[in-house]
Each structure stands twice: as C-alpha cells, then as structure tokens.
C-alpha cells in the first residue's frame, strides 16, 4: 500500500522558514515526479513545487520561485521543500503528490495520483 507521509509544518512569522518533509513508502519512485502543492481555505490547490526522484529535474510555482527549493534525501527517502522568506499567503495546507505518469512534471493536480494527508503551514505577519 502506497503511502505519503508530510511533517515538518507548523506556525511561523513572516520572513522566517520552514522546513517540510514527504516520505513515502509501499513503493519506489524513481521515475516520477512529487509535487508540493498547498491549498488555503476558499482557494483551489495549488502547485509549489516539484522534483523527479532519478534525474533530479525540478520545478517551481512563480509565486515561490526563488524563496523554496525542493531536493530528494536518498538517505531518508525523502522529499524536503525548505521555504524561506515566508510571507503571510503561503499560509495553508501542504500536500505531497506523485505524478501518474513517469519523467513527467506538470501543474496540475489531477494528475498527480497518490497523496499525502497534509501539514499546516501558517504564516503570521
């Protein structure tokens, strides 16, 4: 049973950082892409960021270019995305996701097929 596991959220002041985590087991995957996406109340999901495990390529929001990055810990199995200069809308849940297609990164959730139950990340200001 595939399963994605987010931690690290919690509250924070504007300009400060968080560090978020995804692990994920029941299956490898290398291949393909996960995503950050976060979604705030009333607002539709949106997309962070995202890395494909084997090759490394990544991918950024425009909204949080520049500020987060993404990287894989092969060590831990897992996907960090360190967020820095946090301002008070990147406030939300975060998810992470797997693509369903292999080498493939794209926006849009529905096409990320397995997902995590979410961290909260709220930014005061």
């Known amino acids: 049973q595939v399963q994605l596991v987010e931690s690290g959220g919690g509250l924070v002041q504007a300009g400060g950082s968080l560090r978020l985590s995804c692990a994920a087991s029941?299956?490898?995957?290398?291949?393909?892409?996960t995503a950050w996406f976060r979604q705030a109340p009333g607002k539709e999901r949106e997309f962070v960021a995202a890395?494909?495990?084997?090759?490394?390529?990544?991918a950024y929001g425009d909204s949080v270019k520049g500020r987060f990055t993404v990287s894989r810990d092969n060590a831990k199995n897992t996907v960090p995305l360190q967020m820095n200069s946090l301002k008070p809308e990147d406030t939300g849940v975060y998810y992470c996701?797997?693509?369903?297609?292999?080498?493939?990164?794209?926006?849009?959730?529905?096409?990320?097929?397995?997902w995590g139950q979410g961290t909260q990340v709220t930014v005061s200001s």
């Open positions: 996701a797997v693509h369903s297609r292999p080498y493939t990164i794209t926006q849009r959730a529905v096409e990320y097929d397995y």
């Open positions: 029941g299956r490898t995957f290398d291949n393909y892409a």
């Open positions: 890395i494909i495990w084997s090759g490394g390529n990544t």
